[in-house]
């Protein structure tokens, strides 16, 4: 059977420097062993306080028990008329998708949505940044789910150069009040930064690039991004500054241990809906060495 780097849709990919820790190294990325100076701190990298990841066993009798209460929540929600919505925010390879996906594994699609905007249209480009986001807010009833949102101005844009100096600042000084309004509103809104370290993201995007599955998502703007670490940690903490407010929190979750992340992301949301039937025994205490709020829970 041909590995991925076979395909020849696959363009190689050259060596590149980078510095962990003060340290210059070279990643191949398109060599099929994973060095070990990724391998010893994938899991440990940017202070991680775990050193092995949850027992798959124990993560998944959590997850089913978790997943009953969404069940629970959803019904509540479409019989009280309830709105909720939630962004998931992070790094690329951060594990926003995965965690969405075992949200919205046992609810009804019909009222849980899963909203991942491509790049904005000639139209959208010429409409207030905002509006093409809000077109996709819940209804009653409704749970949404964002895989990215309106924060890729914070973070991305600016980054890469899809944006101005000015637009950003913009956006940094109006997003407050835009949020101040969804909350107003009356729906319950939830703000997901998943945190990882540099090492867990560099050993996701190898697997990615080996896995006969997963390889279409990697991207070259994935290996511009693995080389501009510095710049997104600069605006990801500029962007959690200026964002995180009493009204709308970012929640800050380390997500190096994936299975640990997702059931941090649900119990939370459990946690701050009181909906009919709630089983607080069933939910669990929060990890507040996994979960916490705003730029001070970062590493």
Known sequence: MNKPLDNPALEKIEPFKLTLSGKKRVFDIDD???????????????????????????????????????????????????RVMALFEGRDAAGKGGTISRIRAYLNPRNARNVALPKPSETERGQWYFQRYVAHFPTSGELVTFDRSWYNRGGVEPVMGFCTPAQHEQFLDETPDFERAIVNDGIHFFKFWLNIGQETQLGRFHDRRHSRLKYWKFSPMDVAGIKKWDDYTHFRDLMLERTHSAHAPWTVVRANDKRRARLAVIRRMLLSISYDGRDLGAIGQEDQLVIGSGPGFLE
């Open 32 to 82: 099929p062993d994973l060095p070990d100076w990724i391998k010893d701190r994938e899991l440990t990298a940017g202070g991680y306080p775990y050193e092995e990841k949850l027992d798959k066993d124990d993560y998944e009798e959590q997850l089913e028990a978790l997943q009953v209460e969404l069940v629970k929540l959803q019904s509540w929600m479409q019989a009280s008329g309830a």
